[in-house]
């Protein structure tokens, strides 16, 4: 099937959208007072630390407050905290390695117990403590020398390094969840960890606007709003989130009114969701994620190695040279983004003069054939035997699963084969204790979106996704490099970026680390994505706000109001 006749079938899918919407099934009633959300992938944890979902933050944004969030236009919005910290207000010292953190006063947990400072500083030894195995926060881990309590409203940080963001360090997403130490310190004396606690599931004690109500596995979470919010109760008394299995039934659900808000709407699905009710709204914001397919580079001494051609960056690039990525953009995602390859795209950051290999079919044979992989009998390549033959795998996202079928047709074209692996978006973002996909590397290539640079160079992927000491292993189950790439030049640039107080130096390691990702090839970036909602207006008072980041989508759900 050509490129061009999928895209026919996918568009052809909205003349049954009707059709899909008969097999969602009856909705639960849905009370005037209750703000009825769809997602599409089920939260794999209630402990922002133990999480590498952005539904699964998105969840815990609903129950657990941040020192401080950001706006849609990405200025600070103060929640816990009585001010941010900076060298003006005597919060940060001159050299950028401490910080004092102020709390507001007479803070309180859902329980009613004192939120105080103390909380604070056991969430920061939690995260200093490598026993706990988080698979958040080695930014924070690996830099902080101590954590002291000066009052109930004060606590100190001390870093080895300057810290020029404290965003990274106690903002939101950088610090995503405040441990209720009242509940989690007794576990951790007993046990050692709280990486097992059953808090971590099924929590009971809630600083966030909402307290979490009730979970039916696989259906739905109900949230009911927080009398003991430092805000006050939201406006909206209930949240209830509803489980989809696949796309198509949340844009149905959404279209026939059983739904009044969906995030994460591709690029290539707006069309469609927003023709399909004119009382829908789509309303984008910068969200700094870029989807890319991630290379499995790992060596045979890692959990499982990826193909063995992928170790040669000539064939690395020769997959990104095969790779139509404008024809993708423009025919699956109806041209709402274009490719890149830069790992800073539309960030303040990105290096305009990176430029975008173009697709080249004839350049990526050539650079097969000087690899060594020459094409058999059957028209796939091979190598001492091997045949090139990769497992491309991603989550059941429709959406996804089409782009998975275009690249499958174009690397076929230059002699690789691929097999399409989908997975549930649990089992395919699972941790590595759990058998994670892409935590144990059972995978050659794998598809998904991580974040970018968002106030800072400090890029969460280099930092965290492709760093040397975050690959994981038995010895380092919480370690986020699933790839396995290793930059010892690259590190060093990303250390610029989070530590130089020079703003000309922290550019200039940012465009290093373009370029090495550009020659290195560990991964293939598509296309940036905006962070794209959905929402019925005839059931909001006013147009609503939405965040900037993975951490700040609710930032003024305070201020929403349904009619």
């Known amino acids: 099937m050509t490129i061009k006749n999928r895209v026919r079938l996918v568009l052809a899918f909205a003349l049954a959208f009707a059709m899909v919407f008969a097999a969602v099934g009856a909705a639960p009633t849905r009370a005037q ?44 919005v103060l929640v816990l905290a ?27 947990w859902s329980d009613g117990q004192p939120l105080t400072a103390d909380d604070l500083v056991f969430t920061y030894q939690m995260v200093k403590d490598p026993a706990n195995n988080m698979l958040q926060g080695s930014n924070i881990r690996d830099a902080l020398e101590e954590v002291e309590l000066i009052d109930a409203t004060t606590f100190r940080l001390k870093f080895n390094v300057a810290k020029p963001f404290p965003e990274d360090q106690i903002g939101s997403p950088g610090l995503s969840t405040i441990l209720p130490a009242h509940i989690f310190r007794p ?11 059953a808090e971590n599931q099924d929590p009971t004690v809630f600083s966030g606007p909402y307290v979490l109500r009730e979970w039916k596995r696989g259906e739905s979470m109900l949230f009911e709003a927080n009398p003991n919010y430092v805000f006050g109760e939201p406006k909206i008394k209930r949240v209830l989130l509803r489980f989809f299995p696949d796309t198509d039934s949340q844009y149905a659900a959404l279209a026939a009114g059983q739904l009044d808000f969906v995030p994460n709407v591709s690029e290539g699905d707006i069309p469609r969701v927003a023709a399909s009710n004119p009382d829908i709204k789509i309303t984008t914001v910068f969200g700094g994620y870029i989807e890319s397919l991630w290379l499995n580079l ?72 000087e690899a060594g992989w020459v094409v058999g009998a059957d028209g796939i390549r091979e190598k001492d035997g091997v045949k090139l033959e990769m497992r491309y795998s991603t989550t059941t996202a429709g959406w996804r699963n089409n782009i998975q079928a275009v690249v499958q047709q174009q690397l076929a074209l230059v002699g690789v084969s691929v097999i399409l692996e989908r997975y549930p978006a649990s089992e395919f973002f699972g941790a590595f204790a759990n058998g994670g996909i892409n935590a144990i590397g059972e995978y050659d290539i794998a598809q998904y979106a991580n974040n970018t640079a968002l106030t800072n160079p400090a890029n969460v992927t280099v930092d965290e996704a492709l760093n040397c000491k975050q690959i994981p292993n038995d010895d380092n189950p919480g ?15 990303s250390l610029v970026t989070k530590t130089s107080l020079d703003a000309d130096e922290r550019l200039a390691a940012a465009y290093k680390i373009q370029e090495i990702m550009r020659d290195n090839a560990p991964l293939i970036n598509l296309f940036p994505r905006g962070d794209n909602y959905a929402y019925n207006t005839t059931r909001f008072t006013t147009e609503i706000r939405i965040g900037s980041g993975v951490g700040n989508q609710w930032f003024d759900i305070m201020n929403w109001e349904l009619k």
């Not at 370690?479 to 640039?493: I, K, L, P, R, V």
Request: contains cysteine; aromatic residues 8%; glycine residues 6%.
């Open 82 to 108: 009585a001010e941010v910290p900076s060298r003006e207000n005597g919060g940060i010292s001159e050299d950028f390695t401490e910080y004092t953190v102020k709390l507001k006063p007479d803070l309180k």
């Open 298 to 369: 790992r060596e045979d001494t890692h959990p499982r190695a990826g193909h063995p051609a992928l170790k040669d960056v000539r064939v690395r690039r020769a997959l990104r040279l095969a790779i139509d990525r404008e024809t993708i953009t423009k025919e699956l995602l109806a041209g709402a983004t274009s490719p890149t390859d830069s790992i800073y795209a539309g960030s303040p950051f990105e290096n305009k003069d990176l430029g975008v290999t173009p697709y080249d079919p004839e350049a990526a044979k050539a650079l097969l054939d």
């Open 479 to 493: 370690g986020q490099n699933f790839t396995g790439f290793c930059s010892e030049e690259m590190d060093a640039a």
């Open 33 to 76: 007072d209750t703000l009825t959300v769809g997602f599409a992938q089920e939260p794999d944890n209630m402990n922002g630390f133990y999480s590498s979902m952005a539904f699964a933050q998105w969840a815990n944004d609903l129950v657990q407050a941040s020192l401080y969030d950001f706006s849609d236009e990405l200025t600070p």
């Open 187 to 197: 576990i951790y004396e007993a046990e050692g960890t709280i990486e097992n606690a």
